[in-house]
T-cell receptor, first 115, second 116 residues
Framework: GAGVSQSPSNKVTEKGKDVELRCDPI?????LYWYRQSLGQGLEFLIY????????KSGLPSDRFSAERTGGSVSTLTIQRTQQEDSAVYLC?????????????FGPGTRLTVL | AQKVTQAQTEISVVEKEDVTLDCVYE???????LFWYKQPPSGELVFLIR??????QNEISGRYSWNFQKSTSSFNFTITASQVVDSAVYFC?????????????FGQGTELSVKP
């Protein structure tokens, strides 16, 4: 079956512009996660969604970052007024449920470069 | 605090050698889950294994084996008879920690290079 897909695969933007990153989880998975992978910080949790519950936003680094999940499926991560330190690979993952035990399956990521 | 430490930043071996990747974790919870993921040069994180804190049995899958020891808070990963295709960055992760929801806490990763 289809895995997690993300688009675009690469995004180059200028400092100060807004960007939107998209994630399509595996069909039937109720939990969706965003992580960021950068050279200096490794893999960092950003936000996760579980069904209709309020998302856990505890990992978002600033209020320039936001995410939404429409219809319990597709998610969009938005970064406003991008900064050079936002340059990283943004990874999306999904799992059948949340709460801990379920394995998260990752997408190929979106490489964001802020000039 | 919850933390995962992979002390080996880079390992280089010659094909057919055995190699062990170390993972040490910290948590105060009694129920938790440990994972290993592989990130090949293509970039996508590939799931390898999940273990829960109540199951300390070692696991073997082909050339891969995992040694989970709660007494030392370690979950080490051994590749037997390594191959060039094993070259990748390997991440150990901790999940299912109370009050942390479903998020995973990753180690910094170990880059394994297998030379022919």
């Amino acid at each position: 079956g289809a895995g997690v897909s993300q688009s675009p695969s690469n995004k180059v933007t200028e400092k100060g512009k807004d960007v939107e990153l998209r994630c399509d989880p595996i069909s039937g998975h109720t939990a969706l996660y965003w992580y960021r992978q950068s050279l200096g910080q490794g893999l960092e949790f950003l936000i996760y969604f579980q069904g209709n519950s309020a998302p856990d936003k505890s990992g978002l680094p600033s209020d320039r970052f936001s995410a939404e999940r429409t219809g319990g499926s597709v998610s969009t991560l938005t970064i406003q007024r991008t900064q050079q330190e936002d340059s990283a690979v943004y990874l999306c993952a999904s799992s059948y449920t949340s709460g801990g035990p379920d394995t998260q399956y990752f997408g190929p990521g979106t490489r964001l470069t802020v000039l | 605090a919850q933390k995962v430490t992979q002390a080996q930043t880079e390992i280089s071996v010659v094909e057919k050698e055995d190699v062990t990747l170390d993972c040490v974790y910290e948590t105060r919870d009694t129920t938790y889950y440990l994972f290993w993921y592989k990130q090949p040069p293509s970039g996508e994180l590939v799931f390898l294994i999940r273990r829960n804190s109540f199951d300390e049995q070692n696991e073997i899958s082909g050339r891969y084996s995992w040694n989970f020891q709660k007494s030392t808070s370690s979950f080490n990963f051994t590749i037997t008879a390594s191959q060039v295709v094993d070259s990748a960055v390997y991440f150990c992760a901790l999940g299912g920690v109370y009050n942390q929801g479903g998020k995973l806490i990753f180690g910094q990763g170990t880059e394994l290079s297998v030379k022919p």
